[in-house]
């Protein structure tokens, strides 16, 4: 079973980490190869490796090289790539509120237009996706998620906006993604969440790890308001299904 499985190449970077890369293109096996082997190295530490780095494609690895030199440890991270990606962890599900159009997504009428369709189209598609959260990174608890209907992949913007709100839930090329702070992005605004995937004073600081599933659903300008009250308080909002 080991053999069907192709080697990911291994790049240096620096000369304290090693890029385990799956795939040169964003691809969702190469992701579950990614997040099994961060697995693997969190369920049978190598000495030597301090901390790793999980993205669509690649596992970061840094580690000190004067425990474990390149060679070495590239080694024994082909070996546990090469193993069968299974499933032995139960998945995290969460329900994300979203409040569409408007003032919190200012580019769902566009979007709408652009696609040939009506607003209400789009935030039913959008809720109805099966999305899993590939990556956190580019900011604080910004999640990057697979899983968007292929009816909703467009470009993203020619002219990346400079500032977007905290909690912008938006979507492009192939991706969707969950926005915790106010930051640039060239992405479609579809709505804003009042979930916090990142906040620094509480526990855990990060709601959302690789791997978590993920469902949207409608709320309205008022139901907004009141959760983004409790999250500023703390609560996560999002519900929490499945684990």
């Known amino acids: 079973m080991t053999a069907s499985l192709p080697p990911p190449r291994l790049l240096p970077s620096g000369d304290a980490a090693i890029t385990v890369e799956f795939s040169r293109s964003i691809d969702e096996q190469a992701n579950r190869r990614v997040l099994a082997l961060d697995r693997a190295l ?3 530490p190598i000495d030597g490796v301090t901390e790793t780095v999980p993205t669509y494609r690649s596992l970061l690895v840094h580690y000190d090289p004067v425990q474990i030199g390149f ?51 789009i935030v039913a598609r959008h809720v109805a996706g099966d999305y899993r959260v590939a990556m956190i990174g580019f900011t604080p608890g910004w999640s990057y998620l697979s ?7 467009m470009p993203r913007r020619q002219n990346p906006r400079l500032l977007t709100p905290v909690g912008t839930v938006s979507i ?9 702070l106010a930051g640039p992005s060239g992405w479609h605004l579809l709505g804003q969440t009042a979930v916090r995937t990142y906040q620094l004073h509480r526990d ?4 959302l790890e690789p791997g978590d599933a993920i ?24 519900e929490l299904v499945a684990s």
């Not at 492009?172 to 915790?180: M, R």
């Open 147 to 153: 899983g968007l209907d292929p009816s909703l992949q």
């Open 42 to 44: 969190a369920d049978a």
């Open 172 to 180: 492009g090329g192939v991706q969707a993604g969950i926005q915790c």
């Open 204 to 207: 855990p600081i990060f709601l």
């Open 71 to 121: 060679d070495d440890l590239g080694e024994r991270l082909i070996t546990l790539a090469r193993l069968p990606v299974l499933q032995t962890a139960k998945t995290r599900r969460w329900r994300v509120p979203v409040a569409y159009g408007g003032e919190h997504g200012i580019d769902l009428e566009d979007v709408a237009k652009t696609l040939n369709t009506t607003p209400d189209d």
């Open 215 to 238: 469902t949207f659903y409608a709320v309205d300008s008022k139901e907004f308001a009141e959760q983004d009250r409790a999250a500023e308080r703390g609560e996560f909002v999002a």
